[in-house]
T-cell receptor, first 109, second 114 residues
Framework: SQQGEEDPQALSIQEGENATMNCSYKTSINNLQWYRQNSGRGLVHLILIRSNEREKHSGRLRVTLDTSKKSSSLLITASRAADTASYFC?????????FGGGTRLMVKP | DAGVIQSPRHEVTEMGQEVTLRCKPISGHDYLFWYRQTMMRGLELLIYFNNNVPIDDSGMPEDRFSAKMPNASFSTLKIQPSEPRDSAVYFCASQHTSGGYTQYFGPGTRLTVL
């Protein structure tokens, strides 16, 4: 079963706009991670936020975590066509990750 | 480092045939995971190893699936006999204990069973 669920399932925006994806999970976690998957490729780790952190930045990425609501959001600012991909949240309640169903992001040039 | 290496990248086989997928994890990583990804079911964890020992194989769909890790640098996932519903992309990922559970994925093997 999937621990994390992303919302929306699909998102289409214009280049230069911001993209926000949300993730909800069910059990307590050690950390939450976001991964990107380009079509036909493996998943690539983007960013990790620990359970005692509330916000984290990496380049154009901003991740927030609200453990009281068991939710996280990924914001991609000033999106580019190259950001077109599927984005997955993954939670680590224990020694392994549980992935959500992903958000398919399309950034139109 | 070359990253996680998987072979073959594509496999087309006929129903009933044996299929073997191979994975070389990142050197020094002590966890190895096998996943299956389909449109219908998303990304599913099949089995994972720690220090070459299978820890949790509860995701393996049935006895037709088996996985081994004879040493720290090699793992196989075998399907025998294969069925059309096994068609999917199979990913291998590795992780280091001190890495905060960050996993590094291989490029995947796209399996088509006719």
């Amino acid at each position: 079963s999937q621990q994390g669920e992303e919302d929306p399932q699909a998102l289409s925006i214009q280049e230069g706009e911001n993209a926000t994806m949300n993730c909800s999970y069910k059990t307590s976690i050690n950390n939450l991670q976001w991964y990107r998957q380009n079509s036909g490729r493996g998943l690539v780790h983007l960013i990790l936020i620990r359970s005692n952190e509330r916000e984290k930045h990496s380049g154009r990425l901003r991740v927030t975590l609200d453990t009281s609501k068991k939710s996280s959001s990924l914001l991609i600012t000033a999106s580019r066509a190259a950001d077109t991909a599927s984005y997955f949240c993954a939670t680590a309640p224990g020694n392994m990750l549980t992935f959500g169903g992903g958000t398919r992001l399309m950034v139109k040039p | 480092d070359a990253g996680v290496i998987q072979s073959p990248r594509h496999e087309v086989t006929e129903m009933g045939q044996e299929v073997t997928l191979r994975c070389k994890p990142i050197s020094g990583h002590d966890y190895l995971f096998w996943y299956r990804q389909t449109m219908m079911r998303g990304l599913e964890l099949l089995i994972y190893f720690n220090n070459n020992v299978p820890i949790d194989d509860s995701g393996m769909p049935e006895d037709r699936f088996s996985a081994k890790m004879p040493n720290a640098s090699f793992s196989t996932l075998k399907i025998q006999p294969s069925e059309p519903r096994d068609s999917a992309v199979y990913f291998c990922a590795s992780q280091h204990t001190s890495g905060g559970y960050t996993q590094y994925f291989g490029p995947g093997t796209r399996l088509t069973v006719l």
